[in-house]
């Protein structure tokens, strides 16, 4: 048989992928993966005992803020990671700014006349704060390497770094409802530092788990 005929013989069939499809089923796998660190959230951890009252607080909308953000931008570059050729530049830039934001309010709030700028940045977690961070968003990457294994990413040690990022914060996302800290430089180190290391983490794991 002829190379040629072989091509159309193959191809004969193929139907359209129905516009959209992709998307869904990105965010259906990654809903999963959300439920999953919500449920270990709350069974390995527990909620707050003042949910209820910190809901309404600025600390809380602060580290609700600043995870959303992130998240949401590292969804956007995980899609454009996940198509061969599509331009990141736009989200990886974006990135940024949610970071720049709480920089700026670390700075005010650090610079109020007899803060405590070791509570500020310490708080009483500090030394599992991160690594929580980690243990939550764990079910957020496995269900987002899921995800992109069935799309085409060829950029595979960034894309798995845009899954990382895009599960460590929302692993933070969900690790908010049960943290107690409230400070800004709070948590634009320890948050930012657990969400780093599931960027890197993920980064490290795309380099095979993601080959085609």
């Known amino acids: 048989m002829r190379t040629d005929d072989l091509i159309a013989g193959l191809s004969a069939r193929l139907e359209p992928v129905p516009a959209g499809a992709v998307p869904r089923l990105f965010l259906a796998i990654l809903g999963l993966g959300l439920a999953g660190s919500v449920a270990l959230m709350l069974l390995a951890l527990g909620p707050r005992p003042d949910l209820a009252k910190a809901i309404v607080s600025f600390g809380m909308w602060t580290k609700l803020a600043y995870t959303f953000a992130l998240a949401g931008f590292g969804l956007w570059l995980v899609e454009r990671l996940g198509r061969p050729g599509a331009p990141a530049t736009a989200p990886a830039l974006m990135l940024a700014l949610p970071v720049l934001v709480l920089v700026i309010l670390s700075g005010m709030q650090m610079a109020q006349p007899g803060a405590d700028t070791h509570a500020l940045m310490m708080g009483h977690s500090a030394d599992v704060c991160a690594l929580n961070i980690v243990l939550v968003a764990a079910p957020s990457l496995v269900a987002v390497f899921w995800a992109l294994r069935r799309m085409a990413p060829t950029r595979l040690g960034l894309a798995g770094a845009g899954a990382g990022l895009l599960a460590g914060a929302a692993g933070a996302f969900v690790y908010c409802f049960h943290c107690t800290e ?3 430089p ?3 180190i320890w948050y930012t ?9 993920g980064g490290f794991l795309g380099r095979w788990a993601l080959r085609w």
């Open 193 to 201: 530092l657990g969400i780093g290391l599931t960027t890197a983490m």
């Open 186 to 188: 709070f948590i634009a």
């Open 182 to 184: 409230s400070t800004a």
